[in-house]
């Protein structure tokens, strides 16, 4: 089996697992005569004040008739109230009476407690990584809402985990887009553990993008003497061309001025056209290069040095 057959087999095993996971939460909610389509029809209303009907045909993919017949019930049980626009004959907007609001209410919080119960043997990591992963799995099977600087988190504190994480994605980044060897991920691991060892937040700086609490981005400021170097930059592809490398270099030249220093340098390869252009437009210039085949590859290695 090829990886295309393994991806589409693997795809369709996690569809049977969470259709049986959904199967099990689209029972009658709890204590309530409600299925769930009926309790994601009164959460699109409640989400919204008022709807039209044919935005909830389009939400939750479902054709008008079924619609109606949810809506049937919904009606009589005084929950909902339909009626035709005021500025369009055609349209049904569908808004919630005082009783579907509180019926809603125990709805939203019942479907809270199922999913607690769900997640509640998992360690406070699993929950976190699904969360994750599943916020991974909308972005990439859904790319019409484009990711923007506001979705990111970027914090500054080191916590364990982080550094080993950053070789991971170096290590995968570099060989996937690069074609580096494992000599690149060794000198990437070697690097960082020294930097884990000598790293003084005093003096250095880490700058760690979160995305649902996931790392997609890393770059470092290392203090050497009257002199800082950059290191570690990286960005997931998703992540890219959204402005986040130019909010990370800010942050360096930020960091440099608040330190009192004149003075940067990073190395990097030839490859790197992309973040070198960047670096380019902050300042730095090249400043020496020699051919390497560190990496398991034939490269010429790139220094480059800023003064302010």
Known sequence: MNDQNTII????????????????????????????????ILFE???????????????MHIDKSYLSRLLKKL???????????DSDARAVILSLTEKGEKEFGMLNKASDEQIRNLIDPLSPAQKKCLASDMS??????????????????????????????IAFLHGIVYADECGYGLNFEGY???????????????????????????????????????????RYFILLDGYRGIGLGKKLMDSFMAYLNEQGLCTAYLWTTNEQQT???????????????????????ELTEQRYDLEL
């Open 275 to 297: 973040a070198t252009a960047l670096y380019k437009r902050y300042g730095f210039r090249l400043t020496e290069e020699k051919p390497s085949k560190a990496f398991d590859k």
């Open 136 to 165: 991974d799995i909308m972005r990439v099977l859904k790319p019409g809402k484009k990711i923007t600087q506001d979705d990111i988190n970027i914090r500054t504190n080191l916590l364990p985990g982080d550094l080993g994480y």
């Open 9 to 40: 087999s693997d795809i369709r095993a996690f569809n049977r697992f969470y259709t049986d996971i959904i199967g099990l939460l689209d029972q009658h909610l709890l204590d309530s005569p409600y299925a769930l389509a009926e309790a994601r």
């Open 188 to 230: 990437v691991l070697e690097s960082l553990g020294e930097f884990a060892h000598q790293y003084n937040p005093a003096k250095d700086r880490v700058w760690i993008c979160e995305h649902h609490g996931k790392i997609v981005g890393f770059l470092a400021a290392v203090h050497r003497g009257q002199s800082a170097q950059l």
């Open 75 to 85: 009606e009589k049980d005084k929950l909902v109230i339909r009626k035709r626009s």
């Open 45 to 59: 209303i409640n989400n919204a004040g008022t709807i039209q009907a044919s935005r909830i045909i389009d939400k």
